[in-house]
């Protein structure tokens, strides 16, 4: 049916916006227990938005409009993204399932931007949280204990999580908003908007530094291939405009965080290697057998050389 009432046609993508919002914020425990079934936070709200939308559109006899100018890039995102679920190299029936349950109820670029501003406003909340969990703020630490069980540590390195259940995760997310809110950035520009133009490269900074407080190497990486792909494709469309000014500024700001939050040697050690097992290593060379006569007193060179890729030396701080 064509007809698709004003009401059945605003839930959808209201509805991917709030789950887009309130994604970062999963409770740990379930906030209703079902026979067979429990529901997050999350899941609940995704499920109240399904129900409320199922009953509109049976009371307006109406069904979705599904031919919309979203919907081929759509179905190409949603090949993309089964195709790389079947290229998995491990956990490929997850990567499917992950594929399959790609949200769609935007149909119109007007609705899109909205929802793309909800996305980076959740992810710029969320990321608050992340910075402040870094900075070991005590009642922030007592509040994530909602949403995660404990701290997550590499080479003595604080990997701050947020409200995310791991440090991954929470890269993974941010690294979405990022690229999103590099777009809203150019619009905000192009639309001569520089008081949101500013605020957008605000929490740029911040979810960057959210990002790089999480300490996971495809962070990194995939905060600078964003800013080198999105500034490439605009100086192709519209040479140096304010526009490519503007992700110059976020791009400074990025690169000088990331180059004085940690130290050179942290970063080559996060990038190079999967974990911390060869971070810390030692040989020792001391006598096998030792032979003393009762209440004798001696003394035996013990040699400790530093086999692993931490550099450390005897005169350092033993904590």
């Not at 491990?90 to 790609?102: F, I, K, M, W």
């Not at 935007?106 to 929802?115: A, C, E, P, Q």
Request: charged share 15%; net charge positive.
């Amino acid at each position: 049916m064509s007809s698709y009432g004003a009401s059945a046609e605003d839930i959808p993508w209201i509805g991917v916006a709030v789950v887009a919002a309130v994604a970062p914020f999963e409770a740990l425990r379930p906030v209703l227990s079902l026979p067979g079934q429990s529901l997050s936070s999350v899941e609940l709200v995704l499920v109240m938005l399904f129900v409320g939308w199922g009953v509109v559109l049976l009371r307006a006899h109406a069904l979705p409009e599904w031919r919309t100018a979203l919907t081929s890039p759509w179905l190409a995102f949603l090949g993309a993204s089964v195709l790389a679920a079947l290229l998995a190299q491990q956990d490929r029936s997850n990567a499917l399932h992950a594929a399959g349950v790609t949200p769609t109820g935007v149909s119109r670029f007007g609705r899109l931007r909205r929802v793309i501003t909800a996305c980076v406003l959740g992810g710029a909340v969320a990321a608050l949280i992340v910075v402040l969990d870094y900075g070991r703020v005590p009642f922030v630490v007592r509040l994530l204990e909602v949403f995660r069980v404990g701290d997550a540590v590499v080479g003595g390195q604080i990997r701050a999580s947020g409200p995310f259940q791991y440090p991954t995760i929470a890269s993974m997310y941010l690294e979405i908003v990022f690229a999103l809110g590099l777009g809203l950035l150019l619009v905000a520009v192009d639309g001569g908007s520089r008081r949101r133009a500013i605020l957008l490269g605000l929490m740029l900074v911040l979810v960057a530094a959210a990002v790089n407080f999480t300490f996971t190497r495809a962070g990194l990486l995939t905060v600078t291939g964003s800013l080198v792909i999105v500034a490439a494709l605009r100086y192709r469309s519209a040479g140096w405009d304010k526009g490519l000014t503007a992700l110059g500024c976020v791009t400074g700001a990025v690169a000088v965080l990331f180059a004085t939050s940690r130290s050179a040697e942290a970063w080559q050690l996060r990038l190079t290697t999967e974990g911390q097992a060869s971070w810390y290593r030692a040989t020792v060379d001391a006598p096998r057998e030792v032979t003393l006569p009762g209440g004798s007193i001696a003394r035996f060179p013990v040699r400790v050389t530093n086999s692993g890729r931490v550099t450390w030396t005897t005169s350092g701080d033993p904590r």
